[in-house]
Structure formats: structure tokens, C-alpha cells
């Protein structure tokens, strides 16, 4: 399995201003992904963060918004951008290791936008 | 779209009992299957994969797959107050980028003591 960390575990933001959070696996992972958890709902796909290219998003998210970076295997980073109070959720990036590629989460990022 | 379809829940069992939960998915290209298992502000745990029609079995857990009937289960057995949680399924297509992760809405556990 891979252990992730993620930082910072939680912030509160004031409305249109950025936030970055960082995701370090401790072992080389073949995928990164990111994924929102909106208070009470499933998860959601936000990207696959692919190293030293651009990030493939999903449908609804786009660069300008969530800009992921994925400088090496093991690190990645993904930015809320002029955050608004509906991007308040839980950000999780996950590692994808193995057979089958089986994917392991980080411990998740709590946001609260004012 | 792909859609990954759970029983609703919640669903509440006695200590000792089994607990199932079940799923279905409907993009036939679905590979790979997995179930996680959320306590309340903690991120996803995994409990179980499977890829191959049939029982796959850990401990007090079995994953059952159907891609015929594109159904997957998760049984729990003897209970315990701690596998109170949710629990997500969640499917993928498998290779290169398509290792991406569709997930259920989840099916809350309870077990009662």
C-alpha cells in the first residue's frame, strides 16, 4: 500500500483568494488523482494529475479553476482558485500502486470558504 | 454516463449479524471493483478489490462479483459496533488513465450493540 500526507489539513479562506494543497506519497505511484467530497455527498472526480504534463479533467472542472501540478511521481499539488463559498468541501488526492491499481487516499484537505 | 447505483440505506444490523450491501454499475467496461469503508471525517479505507466474477473473501468480509448482471456485493459477517460507517463502492475501467474511480453515493452501516 502507499501511505499519502496531505497538507494543510484544513484552512478557512475568505472568499476570491487561492489556496494550494500539497500531496506527497511515500513510494512511487503510477496515478495521482484528486477528488472532492462535498459535505454529506460521494466523492468526485477532479483530475488525474500526470507528471510533468498538463492534468486531464474531468467534465464540469477546468484548468483556470483547479491548476494541478505533478512535478515527479510522488508529489502533486492542486489549487482552488478565487474560491467562492461553494467550493467549500474536503479535498482528497489519491495514489494509484499495484495490480489492478489499486488507489489509496490521503487523509483530505477540509476547506471553508467565507 | 457512467453511474455507480448503491442501495440507499441506511441500513442498521444487530451485533453479530450479517451485514450486505450491494451495488450495481452500468458501464460494461468496468474492470476492476473496489469497496471503502468511510468513518465520519476520515477519508476512504480500502477494504476489499476484486476483478473477477465470483467470491473474494478477507477475514469477516466477501466481495461478491457479477459483471453478467454488472452487480458487486460486500458482505460483512459478524458485525461488530465498529464497522459502523460508510460504505462506498466504486468501479474503473482499468489501464492507463482509465484506472480513474467512479464511486457509489455510499450505504451507511450501523451496527447496534
Known amino acids: 500500500s502507499a501511505v499519502i500526507s496531505q497538507k494543510p489539513s484544513r484552512d478557512i479562506c475568505q472568499r476570491g483568494t487561492s489556496l494550494t494543497i500539497q500531496c506527497q506519497v511515500d513510494?512511487?505511484?503510477?496515478?495521482m488523482f484528486w477528488y472532492r467530497q462535498q459535505p454529506g455527498q460521494s466523492l468526485t472526480l477532479i483530475a488525474t494529475a500526470n507528471q510533468g504534463s498538463e492534468a486531464t479533467y474531468e467534465s464540469g472542472f477546468v484548468i483556470d479553476k483547479f491548476p494541478i501540478s505533478r512535478p515527479n511521481l510522488t508529489f502533486s499539488t492542486l489549487t482552488v482558485s478565487n474560491m467562492s463559498p461553494e467550493d467549500s468541501s474536503i479535498y482528497l488526492c489519491?495514489?494509484?500502486?499495484?495490480?489492478?491499481?489499486?488507489?489509496?487516499f490521503g487523509p483530505g484537505t477540509r476547506l471553508l470558504v467565507l | 454516463q457512467k453511474e455507480v447505483e448503491q442501495n440507499s440505506g441506511p441500513l442498521s444490523v444487530p451485533e453479530g449479524a450479517i451485514a450486505s450491501l450491494n451495488c450495481t454499475y452500468s458501464d460494461r467496461g468496468s474492470q476492476s471493483f473496489f469497496w471503502y469503508r468511510q468513518y465520519s471525517g476520515k477519508s476512504p479505507e480500502l477494504i476489499m478489490s476484486i476483478y473477477s466474477n465470483g467470491d473474494k473473501e478477507d477475514g469477516r468480509f466477501t466481495a461478491q462479483l457479477n459483471k453478467a448482471s454488472q452487480y458487486v456485493s460486500l458482505l460483512i459477517r459478524d458485525s461488530q459496533p465498529s464497522d459502523s460507517a460508510t460504505y462506498l463502492c466504486a468501479g474503473s475501467r482499468g489501464g492507463g488513465s482509465n484506472y480513474k474511480l467512479t464511486f457509489g453515493k455510499g450505504t451507511l452501516l450501523t451496527v447496534n450493540p
Open positions: 489519491s495514489g494509484g500502486t499495484g495490480v489492478g491499481e489499486t488507489q489509496y
Open positions: 513510494s512511487q505511484v503510477t496515478m
